[in-house]
């Protein structure tokens, strides 16, 4: 047995440095214009635009200095973290406690229900942009972050649900059958076994919608810059296009502010990517 | 998570839990209210209202500073006037067109490349966890950043010119982005860079319930590992490969940001143009909302239609007792 | 079930610090709702008032001028407070002000755009009427007042005009053998040639944005229109007269003078080193096309980030034996207006940023060209004088075709105009795309 595995190992290794040699290949070209992004910060605006695609000449530190010492970037990444955190735990708290009946109770209507949530992939923000800025204003949450952040919610969930409907739906019935025998009302069993053995889905769709949040643009773009905000704590996806035409002639600010706004959804994204694969392994499990 | 009763069809409810009918239906029904309220509220109120406001005013020829007064106007209102526009509109039928080019590129292209990366990053690797993390990166970017990103690499003096010929491959080097007759190809390769991350993470965790005892029978049998990929993985994948079938088309219908951050608006309108795009263009920047939204709603037609065509047909199987089960 | 504790207790974590933030952005929602937009429903027994002020100066010295006029607004006017903000002119004219004007929660103080789109908003009761208000500052700028006014009546008032004209590399002229600047169309395409021959781009244009390169069909049209088929255009969305067409012909003869730069379709107009105006900032490329604002543009996308010294202007040449009158311009401006709800003070704020002594403080920022007379001797641009004499000189300005017939009609023949010069279009197909777009107002 020994000896035939190890016969099958020996095959695979032949292909092996071929796999390495495509898959860094693959890693090179898909951080490669973020690693251009990175490095672009480093040169002055005159030398990028002398040779866009050449390594600095001089290496400088003035961009990183400038939006670094910038308020409006601090602010703006207050902003930030406060619209994708709080986007986060709405879509996660709504997402879940909506997931939980349609995938575990039976009703007349669940079909329906499930069928408008997800109905809602069929509309992307952009449709309904011009109707929800006059909706928000009507109700004085134009110009704030909560005008923001519930839209933000609103449109994150049915991706949410049909992500984690699946999930729910994969405990096994047996686990609701010990608990009620033990005592535990529904509610008790969403509690205290639902909901830390969903936790793999629930990163899932925690770290898509704060990605999605840090990354939005049209929705703070209508409700938060034509409000009274000011502009130190716009969000950074906002920032970035005022420093791009403030600086439109500095390409190396431009360059080192998106490098940094980048950072945090990167990072966030590096501590939740265990859990992900482990998510959407459920979710694609059933 | 067991993983006993989950080897097969994925995305199955699996048996239904034996009926409880102890608790009284009307307990019942408040938790359900209570637990889904708060989600429907939310999402009826900033997504289904919008919408159906937008509905509203694709029947009115509303002009670009509107206001509600203009949809008591009996004059304004238009019937399905806007509606018949767009479907003569040539440029708009080119949008059309343009939108399924790139869902037919995506599941040609971008689907068995994804398959193939991640079969290869499923296989025992030092630092396969930094590899994976790499390839996703592009996904977490925001399109704002990557269409500036593109943009300073694309043009005939960048980056990418730049590399191909330091590696003698001058004779490749083009106008990436202000060519019109490869602007769209040159869009479709930057969309794959962005999202195949997603295509590669959805598949590998796919295959995470090949069981490996399988690959690891045919191995000792003789089989090679592009044989055992292609007669027992594959075909154990389909489920996953179907899902993400379906968010890939839904997505390459309603794609607007990257094409709008990246391509030019001249270029755009002649080569690249697509429903979102198209809507934005005439919606806000043409000051037609009426016509605007009768576009929007066909962009949701349009997105509905294929949605429930491919759930029918080849999302059946899959979903056998989730959505589609009458008695539950 | 020790696990499960914990991790319950972590959900439990989870839910109480999301509650928190949620919390925290209410405060800071209810802290930044409450603003809005104009106030004008303050007390006036307090005389608080605050002034909501948008443009579009976000790059340049032009946003220090605002804001210094702002303050020394403010520090005037005790009890009232200015809140102006600069946004990217695109975003502000196609998606912020219409928006905001159609939620009617406009800003008091906005950047009015001539044309169709001042034409809609009085129809439509947005703008406030100033002539009683402020007589004295809408005399101050003489003729270039017009565009701002509807049926007699003023909504806004300019504080920028010009023509376009010619930005270009006299170094570069002088390397091509170049002895004078054109004065006739001929010339110019013998410009083109010998620059061509010396193996320098001619002409830069910034066609990704498709209004630089509709401004090409909007000078050759102004040549060969007379002035009442323009303003037939202008008033009645009539394009029946021949010289519409005409004007595509002439285009399409130019540009088989290959006079552009390579991959002008993707080329934008002022983002970058590698946009039109970055080409003949850097001596990549001896002219462009373009308005009065194009020095100041150019300015900043040099290294040093000076203008150029080689830059040099001069007008569109005439076309011999064309049905246009020769003493007639392209031009536009900018200026601002108020909404109607905004409290009178925002028209005494228009009339302080139009005293000639902030006129000249703009003047003197090489922003732009003031158009209150007292203020134009503070030019301090060569080329820039060199563009007002050019205007002072002109019979008819014509505005800019597209403001000039509004977002709609304006829209598609920009269109139509890329679809011809990229070669899948003809000349006829921009006027029936022009009809047809006035047909749907």
């Known amino acids: 047995m020994t000896v035939q595995l190890q016969a099958a190992g020996r095959r695979f290794d032949w292909g092996q440095p071929f796999v390495y040699f495509l898959v860094l290949l693959l890693c090179a070209v898909a951080i490669g214009p973020v690693l251009y992004v990175f490095i672009g910060g480093f040169r002055t605006t005159a030398d990028i635009n002398a040779a866009p695609g050449g390594w600095p000449d001089p290496w400088v530190l003035d961009n990183w200095v400038a939006v670094l010492s910038a308020p409006r970037f601090w602010g703006s990444l207050l902003g930030s973290v406060i619209l994708a955190v709080a986007t986060t735990a709405g879509v996660v708290i709504l997402g879940i406690m909506a997931a939980y009946p349609l995938a575990r109770y039976t009703f007349r209507g669940r079909q329906g229900l499930y069928t408008v949530f997800a109905a809602g992939l069929m509309f992307p923000l952009t449709v309904a942009a011009l109707p929800l800025t006059l909706l928000l204003r009507t109700l004085g949450l134009h110009g704030s972050y909560l005008g923001v952040i519930i839209p933000s919610i609103a449109f994150a969930l049915p991706t949410t649900i049909i992500i984690l409907v699946p999930f729910l739906r994969a405990i096994p019935g047996e686990l609701e059958e010990a608990a009620s025998l033990d005592g535990a009302s529904r509610l008790g069993f969403f509690w205290r076994i639902l909901l830390p053995l969903s936790r793999p889905g629930l990163v899932t769709v925690g770290v898509l919608a704060f990605v999605g949040s840090w990354n939005g643009y049209l929705l703070p773009l209508l409700v938060i810059s034509t409000g009274t905000l000011p502009q130190e704590f716009w969000p950074l996806p906002l920032g970035l296009t005022q420093f791009s035409t403030q600086y439109s002639q500095n390409t190396g600010a431009v360059l080192a502010y998106t490098s940094l706004a980048m950072i945090p959804a990167l990072a966030f994204f590096l501590i939740a990517e265990k859990r992900i694969v482990g998510g959407l392994t459920g979710a694609v499990k059933g | 998570m067991t993983s006993s009763a989950t080897v097969g069809p994925a995305v199955s409810a699996g048996p239904t839990p034996a009926r409880r009918r102890t608790r009284s239906s009307a307990r019942k029904r408040v938790e359900i209210a209570i637990f889904t309220g708060p989600a429907l509220i939310v999402f009826i109120g900033f997504v289904i209202l919008p919408v159906a406001f937008a509905v509203v005013y694709s029947f009115f020829n509303l002009p670009a500073g509107f206001r509600w007064e203009h949809l008591a106007d009996p004059d304004r209102f238009i019937g399905f006037d806007n509606y018949l526009r767009a479907l003569t509109t040539p440029e708009f039928l080119k949008a059309i067109g343009n939108n399924f080019i790139i869902v037919g590129l995506s599941l040609v292209i971008q689907g068995p490349l994804a398959i193939l990366i991640a079969l290869l990053l499923n296989r025992k690797l030092r630092g396969r966890s930094v590899y994976r993390l790499l390839i996703f990166v592009p996904y977490v970017l925001a399109e704002v950043v990557a269409g500036l990103a593109w943009k300073l690499l694309l043009p005939p003096n960048g980056g990418v010119n730049a590399l191909l010929e330091s590696v003698g491959l001058g004779a490749f080097t083009a106008n990436w982005l202000a060519d019109p007759s ?66 890939s088309m839904i997505g390459a219908l309603q794609l607007f940001d990257m094409v709008w951050v990246t391509v030019s608006p001249s270029v755009r309108g002649i080569a690249t143009e697509t429903m979102a795009t198209y809507m934005i263009q005439q919606g806000q920047f043409a000051g037609q909302p009426g016509y605007g939204s009768a576009i929007a709603v066909i962009l949701f037609v349009i997105s509905l239609t294929v949605a429930l065509l491919y759930q029918r047909f080849a999302l059946r199987r899959d979903l056998q007792g989730a959505i589609t089960d009458r008695g539950n | 079930m020790h696990s499960s504790r914990k991790n319950s207790r972590r959900a439990g974590v989870r839910l109480a610090a999301g509650a928190a933030i949620a919390a925290g952005a209410l405060v800071l929602a209810g802290c930044a709702g409450g603003g809005g937009g104009g106030t004008a429903t303050d007390a006036p027994a307090a005389e608080q008032v605050t002034i909501t002020w948008w443009h579009n100066a976000t790059s340049g010295p032009l946003p220090a001028v605002w804001q210094e006029i702002a303050e020394e607004f403010e520090a005037a006017h005790p009890g009232v407070t200015v809140e102006q903000t600069g946004y990217q002119n695109e975003d502000l004219q196609r998606t912020l002000i219409p928006n905001a004007l159609a939620a009617g929660d406009p800003p008091d103080l906005f950047q009015v755009w001539p044309g169709g789109e001042i034409r809609d908003q009085v129809a439509n009761g947005y703008l406030m009427q100033l002539d009683d208000l402020i007589p004295d500052t809408i005399a101050s700028v003489g003729g270039s007042i017009a565009p701002w006014q509807v049926g007699g009546k003023t909504y806004g008032v300019p504080f920028t005009f010009g023509i376009e004209g010619f930005w270009y590399n006299t170094e570069l002229f002088e390397q091509a053998g170049i002895t004078s600047t054109p004065t006739t169309l001929d010339q110019l395409n013998d410009a083109v040639a010998k620059l061509r021959a010396a193996g320098i781009t001619p002409i830069a244009v910034g066609a990704g944005d498709k209004w630089p390169a509709a401004h090409w069909w909007y000078q050759f049209a102004l040549h060969n229109c007379s002035i009442e088929a323009l303003q037939e255009g202008a008033a009645d969305f009539v394009f029946d007269d021949p010289c519409w067409v005409q004007a595509g012909v002439d285009l399409q003869d130019f540009i088989a003078t290959n006079p552009f730069q390579d991959g002008f379709l993707g080329t934008p107009a002022q983002q970058g080193a590698g946009s039109s105006a970055g080409l003949v900032a850097n001596g990549q490329a001896a002219m462009e096309l373009m308005g009065h604002w194009n020095a100041g543009v150019m300015g900043g996308l040099t290294p040093d980030e000076t203008v150029p010294a080689f830059l040099g202007w001069f007008p569109f040449p005439a076309i011999p034996g064309s049905a246009g009158d020769p003493t007639a311009t392209l031009g536009g401006g900018d200026g601002f207006g108020c909404s109607a709800t905004a409290p009178p003070e925002c028209a005494e704020l228009l009339a302080f940023i139009m005293s000639p002594e902030n006129q000249k403080k703009f003047a003197a920022s090489g922003s732009g060209i003031p158009t209150v007379a007292a203020a134009v001797g503070s030019l301090e641009d060569p080329n820039l004088k060199l563009v007002a004499e050019g205007l002072a000189n002109s019979s008819y300005v014509q505005l800019w075709l597209d403001t000039e017939f509004g977002t709609t009609v304006g829209n598609a023949m920009n269109d139509g105009i890329i679809n011809l010069i990229s070669g899948s279009g003809t000349p006829e197909d921009i006027v029936k795309r022009m009809q047809d777009a006035a047909a749907t107002l």
């Open chain 2, 182 to 247: 490869i602007a769209l190809w040159t869009l479709f390769a930057i969309l794959t860079w962005k999202y195949i991350g997603f295509a590669i993470l959805l598949i590998l965790a796919g295959l995470q319930g090949v069981p490996e005892e399988l690959s690891e029978a045919a191995a000792i049998d003789g089989a090679s590992w592009w044989r055992i990929q292609w007669h027992i993985t594959l075909p154990l994948l389909g489920p996953t490969i179907r899902i993400w079938a379906f968010l």
